[in-house]
């Protein structure tokens, strides 16, 4: 059973440019979550997404987007960026939304810092 | 809605001494709560999960919590705290319908543990 690996770990941007970060879900799960943890803060929820449609969005502005392809691994997808994007970007995957209580596994998360 | 409130973002224990990290709720459904532990550049390990089972809940690493309706709360305990217990907790309550992909996290507790 593999686990949910992200990359890149770390990246530095621009502001003003573009990022894709990419998710890849554990196996047999369907459903992928992402979330920003800016430094000493509690992680925040962007958005979900199952079966390759998103299922959900925190509040977060448009210029967050994401995919999830048929294998169900997943892209978050910035534009714009602004210094305050600088944070933590973990990804979670569960089954089916997490229904039932089944839980959600984490990735080591990748780095973003935009200067 | 749901919320999240963890009480005193550091408790420092010594080793040997008891854990006590203090988490309460709001959600205007019957809730599944959690606690998540992260350790430095890494991301989120599942500790313990609670869904309407059993109120104590016992997880990984010698850790349990106390689902305490009344109370709104979800402590989490560790009878007797080791030094590679340092690191920042993290109590979360899912979203709607139990979708544990979508969780909504508390500011987190750091803990340091002294020899």
């Known amino acids: 059973e593999t686990g949910v690996t992200q990359s890149p770990t770390h990246l530095i941007k621009t502001r003003g440019q573009q990022v894709t970060l990419r998710c890849s879900s554990q196996?047999?799960?369907?459903?992928v979550s992402w979330y920003q943890q800016a430094l000493g803060q509690g992680p925040q929820f962007i958005f979900q997404?199952?079966?390759?449609?998103?299922?959900g969005r925190g509040n977060f502005p448009p210029r967050f987007s994401g995919l999830q392809f048929p294998n169900y691994s997943s892209e978050l997808n910035v534009n714009a960026l602004e210094l305050d994007d600088s944070a933590l970007y973990l990804c979670?995957?569960?089954?089916?939304?997490?229904?039932?209580?089944?839980?959600?596994?984490f990735g080591q998360g990748t780095r973003l810092t935009v200067v | 809605a749901q919320s999240v409130t963890q009480l005193g973002s550091h408790v420092s224990v010594s080793e040997g001494a008891l854990v006590l990290l203090r988490c309460n709720y709001s959600?205007?459904?019957?809730?599944?709560l959690f606690w998540y532990v992260q350790y430095p550049n890494q991301g989120l390990q599942l500790l313990l999960k609670?869904?309407?089972?059993?109120?104590l809940v016992k997880g990984i690493n010698g850790f349990e919590a106390e689902f305490k309706k009344s109370e709104t709360s979800f402590h989490l305990t560790k009878p007797s705290a080791h030094m590679s217990d340092a690191a920042e907790y993290f109590c979360?309550?899912?979203?709607?319908?139990?979708?544990?992909?979508?969780?909504?996290f508390g500011q987190g507790t750091t803990l340091q543990v002294k020899p």
């Open positions: 979670a995957s569960s089954l089916d939304g997490g229904p039932g209580g089944t839980e959600a596994f």
């Open positions: 997404y199952y079966r390759e449609e998103e299922n």
């Open positions: 959600s205007s459904v019957p809730p599944y």
């Open positions: 609670y869904t309407s089972a059993a109120t």
């Open positions: 196996s047999g799960h369907n459903t």
């Open positions: 979360a309550v899912s979203g709607p319908r139990g979708n544990t992909g979508k969780l909504i």
